[in-house]
């Protein structure tokens, strides 16, 4: 059974930094693209970034340039470094993985940054 478990949130001043881990278990993920989601109250679940097996990345223009994803394939972990937060990145942040027709998602993990 694949479970994807998040970890790292928290509640962050504006300016301030945070890395988010996906780790995920019952599956190899190393040929597969993993993404990072995130949902604001009231509003729809949006893709924030990406990374593919071949660590080919790309980003919500909304966090270009202060985002960054990684992978760990030994330890079967995706990263999302978040610098220069702000206010507007509130939200619940989902680890995304599509194996074959199914789509796995994390609990999620929430991020709340304070101006």
């Known amino acids: 059974q694949v479970q994807l478990v998040e970890a790292g949130g928290g509640l962050v001043q504006a300016g301030g930094s945070l890395r988010l881990s996906c780790a995920a278990s019952g599956i190899i993920f190393s040929g597969m693209t993993v993404a990072w989601y995130r949902q604001a109250p009231g509003r729809q679940r949006e893709l924030v970034a990406e990374i593919t097996s071949g660590r080919s990345t790309r980003f919500a223009d909304s966090v270009k340039g202060r985002f960054t994803i990684s992978r760990d394939n030994v330890k079967n972990t995706v990263y999302l470094q978040m610098n220069s937060l702000k206010p507007e990145d509130t939200a619940v942040y989902y680890c995304?993985?599509?194996?074959?027709?199914?789509?796995?998602w994390g609990q999620g993990t929430q991020v709340t940054v304070s101006s």
């Open positions: 995304r993985l599509v194996v074959g027709s199914v789509v796995h």
